[in-house]
């Protein structure tokens, strides 16, 4: 059971290019989330979904899109990367206390990218 | 979105008791509170949950007050391996399709000394 798997985890880009950073959960969980971390912050929140082919915004949505073509899967892009998206990207999925589970959040091990 | 206000950081002696506090005052009836914390350099792994009662687990404890408009994380015996960032939020009970927006603040940065 390998949970929650975030690819990749070192990334470097330069201004303008872009990429996409793959969440991948094996527990059947019907909510994902993407967040960022900056230096010294806590958690943000940028895209979540709520199901497969259901995306939502979060906190801090500019800049990036996502998409859950798969139940399992949970993308997010950076279509024209930024230095001020230089972060570290945690992914994480649960099942809520409604639908069975508890409400616990699975994370990924975190993705660090740096945009030159 | 229910929001949750922890001190900005705190200090413990190690083998000491740590009592880390969350005020939650726009709690609803079904929000549970979870209890998350983030070593250095790792991602936040989750420590316990509760809705009503106290409850307790090989991690901490946690005491909900009657109100549910606050909660304490324990740490009966704080260890050199549990300085962290610990964060407080409220989980809907949630159900298929519904809005799930979980947020998190700064946490609280519990340092421990020797």
């Known amino acids: 059971n390998a949970g929650v798997t975030q690819t990749p985890k070192f990334r470097v880009l330069k201004t303008g290019q872009s990429m996409t950073l793959l969440c991948a959960q094996d527990m059947n969980h019907e909510y994902m989330y993407w967040y960022r971390q900056d230096p010294g912050m806590g958690l943000r929140l940028i895209h979540y979904s709520v199901g497969e082919g259901t995306t939502a915004k979060g906190e801090v949505p500019d800049g990036y899109n996502v998409s859950r073509l798969k139940k399992q899967n949970f993308l997010l892009g950076l279509e024209s990367a930024a230095p001020s998206q230089t972060s570290v990207y945690f992914c994480a999925s649960t099942q809520t206390p409604g639908q069975g589970g508890n409400g616990e959040l699975f994370f990924g091990e975190g993705s660090r990218l740096t945009v030159l | 979105d229910a929001k949750t206000t922890q001190p900005n950081s705190m200090e413990s002696n190690e083998e000491e008791p740590v009592h880390l506090p969350c005020n939650h005052s726009t709690i609803s009836g079904t929000d549970y509170i979870h209890w998350y914390r983030q070593l250095p350099s790792q991602g936040p792994e989750y420590v316990i949950h509760?809705?009503?009662s106290n409850v307790n687990n090989r991690m901490a404890s946690l005491a909900i007050a009657e109100d549910r408009k606050s909660s304490t994380l324990i740490l009966h015996r704080a260890t050199l391996r549990d300085a962290a960032v610990y964060y407080c939020?409220?989980?809907?009970?949630?159900?298929?399709?519904?809005?799930?927006?979980?947020?998190f603040g700064k946490g609280t940065l519990l340092t421990v000394n020797p």
């Open positions: 939020i409220l989980t809907p009970r949630g159900s298929g399709g519904s809005n799930y927006k979980l947020t």
């Open positions: 509760g809705l009503t």
